[in-house]
C-alpha cells in the first residue's frame, strides 16, 4: 500500500515537496513514478525514478522545475516541486511499478497511492 502526503495551496511561483511512502510491502525494487490529473482530463505522467534512484525522466512540462528522488532504503519517493504554475493544480498520484526502470505508461503501474491534491493559485 501506497501513502501519498504534501499537497496543498500554494501561490504561483512557490514549492511543495510530495511523499509516497510504502507499508506493508517492500517496493525497493520497484520503479517509482508520479502522475496527475486535473479535473476532466485524463491521468497524465509527471516523473518517474528507477528502483536505485540512478535514472530518472520527466515530462517535458516539468523537467527543470521538478525533481523526483528516493529515501535512503528505497521505500519512499518524493517529488519536490518549484516554480509551481496554475497549470500543475491536480490530484497527484504515486505509484509502484514491478518494472525496475519504471515507466512514463499509468498502465504499468502495480501499485498506487490515493493520491493527494495539488492547487496553484495565481
Known amino acids: 500500500q501506497l501513502q501519498a502526503s504534501g499537497g496543498g495551496l500554494v501561490q504561483a511561483g512557490g514549492s511543495l515537496r510530495l511523499s509516497c511512502a510504502a507499508s506493508?510491502?517492500?517496493?525497493?525494487?520497484?520503479?517509482m513514478g508520479w502522475f496527475r490529473q486535473a479535473p476532466g482530463k485524463e491521468r497524465e505522467f509527471v516523473a518517474v525514478?528507477?528502483?536505485?534512484?540512478?535514472?530518472?525522466y520527466y515530462a517535458d512540462s516539468v523537467k527543470v522545475r521538478f525533481t523526483i528522488s528516493r529515501g535512503y532504503a528505497g521505500n519512499t519517493a518524493y517529488l519536490q516541486m518549484n516554480s509551481l504554475k496554475p497549470e500543475d493544480t491536480a490530484v497527484y498520484y504515486c505509484g509502484a511499478s514491478r518494472q525496475s526502470r519504471g515507466s512514463s505508461r499509468h498502465e504499468e503501474y502495480d501499485y498506487w497511492g490515493q493520491g493527494t491534491q495539488v492547487t496553484v493559485s495565481s
Open positions: 506493508g510491502r517492500t517496493i525497493s525494487t520497484y520503479g
Open positions: 525514478i528507477s528502483w536505485s534512484g540512478g535514472s530518472t
